[in-house]
């Protein structure tokens, strides 16, 4: 996937990076001056409506296949497999998005972005989630990812166990057996799309991993004869993928391909008792970046207590109260938290602090990535003494959106919906 993803870099005017802040650096133990390369790389499963399927019984009453009248294509709107990618250098980490990650503010789970906000949002999802800035975005099918390992001429792959799935809705007529062997490019999407385990999802993210692996060890034996190959399997077979990158990136990965090193890892969730929903914690996600980085994890203590402020002075309405809702998935206690509004400060935005919290001020301002100033006093607000401002100007970022306001936004025009949450 990560390889499929290089094709959206032959298309577009790239785009402006996002700068780290010295936190982030930290946890990705970065110098100043390094600048990694991050995108994320998502495959759209193809789509088709299991209600318009009937199951097929063997002599134990088992279901062994699935009958299907219905429509069907490659153009599905969810992204069942979502990849983080960061390129240090000739370093190439990955990390896999459970498909099941549950985001309380649009109440669905991360493979249903794509269908409610496009690439963009999906990107700008994946970002939210790691707490890191992502630049690129690459959407692909598994049509053009198996094209690729076509064009690779085949990878070999360690299959751990037989693997047999029939589902003629979803296309599927999965039969490998174990061993090592040279998967083409349909047996390879076979082996990524095979969930029949106790772990399900899980495992396919491991085989995702498993056949990156033997993917770029294909490119290494290749060697020289990869870099001329790619160019022309880039424009031929993956020239429909939607991205928001450039040539210009191409080229510079492109001498690269050879002498890449790779790891790859899972994002770490826990699940909501009595669901499939997975959530993230902040902070376990920050720890596991700085594992995985070779960084150092911040520090965390318990939020201080005073009542902050947040005052709306952007002019884009239900931003505070977007703020206030975020401050409360990130720990803070709601009743500490109070939303207003106010003409626009064209001064920016800010943490404001009084003398007796100033030193409180550093919790929130390394939490939200803003400067502080310090002033004599602060009003009372709905009869509570407030402690500390926090002003968002026009250039304040838009966070994750309320469900509330989700209803009112445009949804991404897509004829088919998605499958239900």
């Known amino acids: 996937m990560a390889l499929v ?6 298309l577009e005017q790239d785009v402006e990076r996002g700068e780290l802040t010295a936190a982030q650096r930290e946890i990705l ?3 100043e001056g390094v600048a990694p390369i991050s995108f994320v790389v998502a495959g759209r ?9 009937t199951p097929v019984y063997d002599a134990d009453g088992q279901i062994v296949a699935w009958n299907y009248r219905g429509p069907r294509s490659a153009d599905g709107t969810n992204t069942d497999t979502i990849l983080y990618v960061s390129i240090v250098g000739d370093e190439v980490t990955l990390i896999a998005i459970p498909r099941d990650l549950y985001l309380e503010a649009w109440q669905t789970r991360i493979n249903a972005m794509y269908y409610y906000q496009g690439a963009e949002g999906l990107r700008r999802t994946v970002s939210e989630v790691l707490g890191l800035p992502v630049d690129y975005h690459a959407i692909v099918d598994l ?9 690779l001429g085949g990878v070999e792959v360690n299959v751990p166990y037989r693997m047999r799935y029939v589902d003629v809705a979803g296309g599927l007529d999965i039969d490998l057996f174990p061993g090592p062997q040279i998967l083409d490019g349909q047996r390879a999407a076979d082996f990524v799309r095979y969930r029949e385990t106790v772990r399900g999802d899980y495992d396919r993210i491991d085989r995702v991993k498993t056949l990156a692996y033997a993917m770029l060890r294909r490119v290494r034996d290749l060697n020289l004869r990869a870099v001329t190959l790619l160019p022309e399997l880039i424009e031929t077979a993956l020239a429909d993928v939607e991205t928001n990158a450039s040539p210009a990136l191409v080229r510079e990965l492109l001498p690269r391909l050879a002498r890449l090193q790779l790891q790859a890892a899972t994002l770490p969730t826990f699940e909501e008792e009595g669901t499939s929903r997975l959530h993230a914690d902040p902070r376990e996600v ?4 700085a594992a995985t980085f070779g960084g150092t994890a911040r520090s965390w203590s318990e939020p201080p207590d005073v009542v902050l402020q947040v005052i709306d002075r952007s002019g884009r309405e239900g931003l505070g109260e977007a703020y206030v ?21 064209p001064a920016g935005s ?3 602090a009084i003398a007796d919290h100033w030193s409180d001020a550093d919790y929130f301002a390394e939490l939200l990535g803003v400067g502080k100033q310090q002033i004599d006093r602060l009003p009372f607000v709905a009869g509570r003494a407030v402690g500390l401002q926090l002003v968002l100007g026009q250039d304040a970022p838009d966070p994750f959106p309320s469900p509330e306001r989700l209803a009112s936004l445009e949804v991404v025009a897509f004829s088919i919906p998605p499958a239900a949450p």
């Not at 975020?326 to 207003?340: D, F, H, K, N, S």
């Open 286 to 289: 920050e720890s596991f970046l």
């Open 45 to 53: 499963d193809r789509l088709y409506y299991p209600e318009m399927s």
């Open 5 to 10: 993803g290089l094709v959206g870099y032959w």
């Open 143 to 151: 049509e053009i990812f198996e094209h690729v390992v076509d064009a």
């Open 325 to 345: 809702e975020r401050l409360v998935a990130m720990g803070i206690p709601e009743a500490q938290l109070v939303a207003t509004t106010a003409s626009a400060d």
């Open 350 to 352: 800010r943490l404001i």
């Open 29 to 31: 133990g970065l110098e």
